[in-house]
């Protein structure tokens, strides 16, 4: 056996760490490992990448392969034995946190006609975008929202919240998206099942977004100060509404095409302090340049099919698809159809990184905007 190495991150750079394993050094730093310490140069470069080096690998999961699986957890196992019966989706660079990508957690959840599972709540924040079915609700501190396909729906941390389907409705399935990973990796995550295990309703169902989903109008007499969206609730018709509208006016962004982002209409910020949502429709024929930017995001195909490359990989995405890209890695995105017009929806962690002062974007400047492909 030859000596232990502890010179594998040098680099032959003016300010980077550069030391070259001696035996008076080996010997040194096997000492400092013996009273829990270590030579900072040994370890610099590593732990203060160039950039940032996400773990995580651009994936897609296709629909069509796991909505079997999904509808068989109906019969294997009951909303009260599993809590939430949800199939996780796992990125193989993140399943020691179990994350979709980076810090955020995604799964797909499953109820079925006069099921509800119990009231709880947690530190972390949750949303949900409904992908099939009818009849799906979620009472979130005793406002009962109806939800639809496309819909967008919040459970802010610390809100209690249930979910359930009605007797009149069908089997439903909807995304998940949670910041878990986070919470967990800043060690504040509190979790709570509520005392009576459902809670009442006790406003008039869809209230919130009665109250406040006019657009452009807010309702005088109702102060808000918490710091997630009063809606709650983003129904698909009025979102697909206005990108329509904005597509008319506008050449939208290089990057993204029609975009728009969820917001709280209070502050006209993000949905909620940790995770934000946005919308965008690529116009028929459309494929958008590439960008990079400090944040992960979980991908969703509302409508339409196209691609996108990835860290120079294409994923071809269909209705239902949900895709991960990770933070800093080169993005874009084509719609597959010259005639109908294709939308993403997607969740990210930008309202993390913005409040922390750490968010950055960067356009591929060669190629005309592509990358090319691995
Ligand atoms: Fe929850």
Same mark, same amino acid.
């Given at each position: 056996?030859?000596?232990?190495?502890f010179?594998a991150?040098?680099e032959?750079?003016?300010g980077?760490?550069?030391v070259a394993?001696?035996?008076? @050094?080996?010997a040194?730093y096997?000492?400092?490992a013996? @009273?829990g310490t270590?030579?900072?140069?040994?370890?610099a470069?590593k732990?203060e990448?160039?950039e940032?080096?996400s773990?995580s690998?651009?994936?897609?999961w296709r629909?069509?392969?796991?909505?079997?699986?999904?509808l068989?957890?109906?019969?294997?196992v009951?909303?009260?034995q599993?809590g939430r019966?949800?199939?996780?989706?796992?990125?193989?660079?993140?399943?020691? #946190?179990?994350?979709?990508?980076?810090w955020?957690?995604?799964?797909l $959840?499953?109820m079925?006609? +006069?099921e509800c599972a119990?009231?709880?709540r947690?530190?972390?924040?949750?949303l949900?975008?409904?992908?099939?079915?009818s009849g799906a609700?979620t009472? #979130? &501190?005793?406002?009962k @929202?109806?939800?639809g396909?496309n819909? *967008?729906?919040l459970?802010?941390?610390?809100? /209690?919240?249930?979910?359930?389907?009605?007797d009149?409705?069908?089997i439903c399935?909807? $995304?998940?998206g949670? &910041?878990i990973?986070?919470?967990n990796?800043l060690?504040?995550n *509190?979790?709570?099942v509520?005392p &009576?295990?459902n =809670?009442?309703?006790?406003f008039p169902i869809d &209230?919130?977004t009665a109250?406040?989903?006019?657009? +452009?109008?807010?309702? =005088?007499?109702h102060? /808000?100060?918490?710091?997630?969206s009063p809606?709650?609730?983003?129904? /698909?018709?009025p979102?697909?509404e206005?990108?329509?509208?904005?597509?008319?006016?506008s050449?939208g962004?290089p990057y993204?095409g029609?975009?728009?982002?969820?917001v709280n209409?209070?502050t006209?910020?993000?949905?909620?302090p940790?995770?934000?949502? $946005?919308?965008?429709? @690529?116009r028929p024929?459309?494929?958008?340049?590439?960008?990079?930017?400090?944040?992960? *995001?979980v991908?969703q195909?509302?409508?339409?099919?196209g691609?996108?490359?990835?860290?120079?990989?294409?994923?071809?995405? =269909?209705?239902r698809d949900i895709?991960?890209?990770p933070?800093?890695?080169?993005?874009?995105?084509a719609?597959?159809?010259?005639?109908?017009e294709?939308c993403?929806?997607? *969740?990210?962690?930008l309202? #993390?990184?913005?409040?922390?002062?750490?968010?950055r974007?960067?356009?591929?400047g060669e190629n005309?905007?592509? $990358?090319?492909?691995?």
């Amino acid at each position: 056996m030859g000596q232990p190495s502890f010179d594998a991150y040098r680099e032959d750079v003016a300010g980077r760490a550069n030391v070259a394993d001696t035996p008076e @050094l080996v010997a040194y730093y096997e000492r400092l490992a013996k @009273l829990g310490t270590g030579a900072l140069w040994t370890v610099a470069n590593k732990i203060e990448p160039w950039e940032p080096a996400s773990t995580s690998v651009p994936m897609l999961w296709r629909y069509n392969d796991l909505r079997e699986d999904v509808l068989r957890a109906l019969d294997l196992v009951t909303p009260e034995q599993a809590g939430r019966r949800v199939v996780y989706l796992e990125n193989p660079g993140r399943s020691d #946190v179990v994350a979709a990508v980076g810090w955020l957690y995604s799964g797909l $959840q499953v109820m079925a006609p +006069g099921e509800c599972a119990s009231s709880h709540r947690h530190s972390a924040s949750a949303l949900r975008f409904i992908m099939e079915g009818s009849g799906a609700f979620t009472n #979130v &501190d005793g406002h009962k @929202l109806t939800l639809g396909r496309n819909d *967008f729906v919040l459970t802010p941390n610390g809100t /209690w919240h249930e979910h359930g389907v009605a007797d009149d409705g069908t089997i439903c399935i909807w $995304q998940d998206g949670l &910041d878990i990973p986070l919470m967990n990796a800043l060690e504040a995550n *509190f979790y709570e099942v509520h005392p &009576d295990l459902n =809670q009442a309703v006790s406003f008039p169902i869809d &209230d919130t977004t009665a109250t406040w989903a006019g657009s +452009g109008l807010r309702p =005088q007499g109702h102060e /808000w100060s918490k710091r997630y969206s009063p809606m709650l609730k983003y129904e /698909w018709a009025p979102t697909y509404e206005a990108l329509a509208a904005l597509s008319r006016v506008s050449d939208g962004s290089p990057y993204d095409g029609i975009i728009m982002d969820y917001v709280n209409p209070v502050t006209g910020g993000p949905v909620m302090p940790t995770i934000g949502a $946005q919308m965008q429709l @690529l116009r028929p024929g459309e494929h958008t340049r590439a960008h990079r930017q400090v944040g992960s *995001f979980v991908y969703q195909c509302a409508k339409g099919s196209g691609h996108s490359i990835i860290g120079g990989k294409r994923f071809d995405w =269909q209705e239902r698809d949900i895709f991960v890209v990770p933070a800093w890695m080169w993005h874009e995105h084509a719609n597959a159809s010259d005639t109908e017009e294709a939308c993403l929806f997607a *969740f990210h962690d930008l309202p #993390v990184m913005r409040s922390l002062g750490l968010y950055r974007e960067e356009g591929f400047g060669e190629n005309g905007g592509h $990358q090319p492909l691995i």
